[in-house]
């Protein structure tokens, strides 16, 4: 079985600062099991250093994929580089938001977001700003996350990080493949995984068409990880 998963939304709640989203120790333990027994891949928008800030020291079973995909890491070994763009000189758009408190400007590889969860003022200012800044300086993709704008000029995304993952693992087209997230970002690999014939899974409220299983919290995406051994055999 080859499990990847999202980690904001899906393995750790949503919590108002992005650097305070750390895993419990025990799913953290549970997830370290899981991938001596599959290959499992934490596929997230967040840079390895800001993942490792929440997630702490990675264990050599485990794949992460960072940034939508633009790297791919077993353990804390770098084994593939898809990076290639270069940002923009994002100084401008710092200027402008060093009087909006509660806007937080995260500069990742090949990707900037703009974080306005605490922002107290109108969403409509921030998109403003976001916009402006875009204009001048287009990215390959503009993706809208919750209370987030992403300016990716890399040419990567999650869709592409399952196909570039199951070349690198060697995937038989037949082992179970398994994706898990909640967000828009993860609608990419979903849609990539059904075409594959796996197992797409969506966790928030309602199913999108990509998505074959709904889940509807945290929570329930560790007892679906708990179960699945027995559901995989079902299908
Ligand atoms: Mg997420």
Redesign the pocket.
């Known amino acids: 079985m080859i499990l990847l998963l999202?980690?904001?939304?899906?393995l750790v709640p949503i919590v108002c600062r992005p650097e305070e989203a750390k895993i419990e120790a025990k799913r953290k333990k549970f997830l370290e099991e899981l991938s001596k027994k599959h290959r499992v891949a934490i596929v997230t928008g967040r840079s390895m250093e800001s993942f490792r800030e929440v997630f702490g020291e990675i264990p050599e079973t485990l794949y992460v994929i960072t940034s939508h995909g633009a790297k791919i890491f077993k353990g804390s070994t770098l084994i593939e580089n898809f990076l290639g763009a270069k940002l923009p000189d994002l100084s401008p758009l710092k200027k402008k938001i060093t009087s909006m408190k509660g806007i937080l400007l995260e500069e990742k590889e090949g990707c900037f977001a703009l974080h306005y969860r605490n922002f107290p003022g109108e969403e409509t200012e921030v998109r403003k700003l976001f916009e402006e800044f875009v204009r001048e300086n287009p990215p390959v993709r503009v993706i809208e996350g919750k209370k987030v704008l992403e300016a990716v000029y890399e040419r990567v995304d999650k869709g592409k990080a399952v196909e570039n993952f199951l070349r690198l693992v060697g995937w038989d087209g037949k082992e179970r493949v398994i994706y898990i997230?909640?967000?828009t970002t993860?609608l990419y690999a979903l849609r990539k995984v059904k075409e594959l014939g796996g197992i797409p899974v969506f966790v928030g409220r309602e199913k999108p068409p990509e998505a074959e299983v709904l889940l509807h919290s945290v929570d329930d995406v560790y007892g679906f990880l708990s179960r699945l051994e027995e559901l995989v055999n079902d299908k």
Do not use: F, H, K, R
């Not at 999202?6 to 899906?10: F, K, P, V």
């Open positions: 999202d980690y904001d939304g899906t997230g909640d967000d993860d």
